[in-house]
């Protein structure tokens, strides 16, 4: 029975009328009254705010204020792209049909038939790059390797002479090559230790030069090996000179054989006392300067 009371209590209350007066503060004369229930307070409020989202939702929608939401695209600009999409397939269309045109004319011209209206269709039917396989063969997977890897560190290859594919030293033993520097050699080609050049030591101040014709592809400055200058030589050689004090040439420069390039000196981190670094590299590989270069 207490809470069908309590039910009744609740719902009573909402029913119950109220009346709202107002008065005149001076003479507290009546002037106006409204009769009201707390359930009608709460329909009429319920109400209001669904009007108010519905007439805000047809403002938006339904005039230019929707422009100036964030991120709401511009109305012109949509009718611009929908302009410009029906354009580019015009121009598909005609590009298409000048194809098919001018393939006839050269057709007559070679005094083959026409195309058909079915072998203009094939021609424009869309590629479906999904089915194409890319079948290699062993060899020419070790071909394309042998060939990158020869061509990896060369800027170009020689005007007169074919690269060379197969691995081999021909070319390079057919060069006349320059002493880079007189001096002697305290440190040799070694590889194994990561040491591809050798090491010449010789007097203060003394002129680097270049070790053939070439090309400065690298004058710059590092840490470890202090001022560098690289040269490319035809016939995939290039030619590397560290530890300089100062370079003569920039890149982009020709140097002849013999022209001095560098000062010898003592640079970067990677060294213990005044000397050069040589490095000779054929077909991207380090080489033993010793073997084409008479340092005697």
Not at 69 to 87: A, H, R, S, W
Request: with cysteine.
């Amino acid at each position: 029975m207490a809470p069908e009371r309590k039910k009744k209590k609740w719902f009573h209350k909402l029913r119950t009328s109220y009346r709202l007066v107002f008065l005149n503060e001076s003479t507290f004369e009546e002037r106006f009254s409204v009769r009201l229930t707390r359930i009608l307070v709460i329909t009429t409020l319920l109400s209001l705010v669904v009007l108010f989202i519905t007439l805000t939702f047809f403002v938006i929608a339904y005039t230019p204020l929707k422009e100036y939401i964030p991120g709401y695209p511009d109305v012109k600009q949509k009718k611009e792209l929908y302009k410009l999409n029906k354009t580019i397939d015009s121009l598909i269309v005609d590009v298409k049909v000048k194809n098919v045109y001018l393939e006839n004319i050269k057709r007559i011209i070679d005094n083959k038939p026409p195309l058909t209206k079915d072998s203009v269709m094939a021609l424009n039917k869309p590629i479906d790059y999904d089915t194409i396989e890319d079948n290699k063969s062993k060899q020419d997977s070790l071909l394309r390797a042998s060939f990158e890897n020869q061509a990896k560190f060369n800027l170009f290859f020689p005007e007169t002479e074919a690269p060379n594919i197969i691995s081999g030293n021909v070319l390079i033993q057919s060069q006349n090559f320059f002493k880079p520097l007189d001096g002697i050699i305290t440190s040799p080609f070694n590889p194994m230790e990561k040491h591809y050049g050798i090491d010449i030591v010789a007097s203060h101040n003394e002129a680097v030069k270049a070790v053939l014709d070439g090309t400065v592809i690298l004058s710059s400055w590092t840490l470890e090996t202090g001022y560098v200058i690289l040269l490319q030589h035809k016939g995939n050689i290039l030619s590397v000179y560290k530890h300089c004090a100062t370079l003569l040439k920039q890149e982009g420069e020709l140097v002849k054989a013999g022209e001095p390039i560098a000062i010898a000196g003592n640079s970067g981190e990677d060294t213990s006392g005044p000397h050069l670094h040589f490095e000779l590299w054929y077909n991207g590989s380090p080489v033993n300067p010793v073997n084409y270069i008479n340092f005697n």
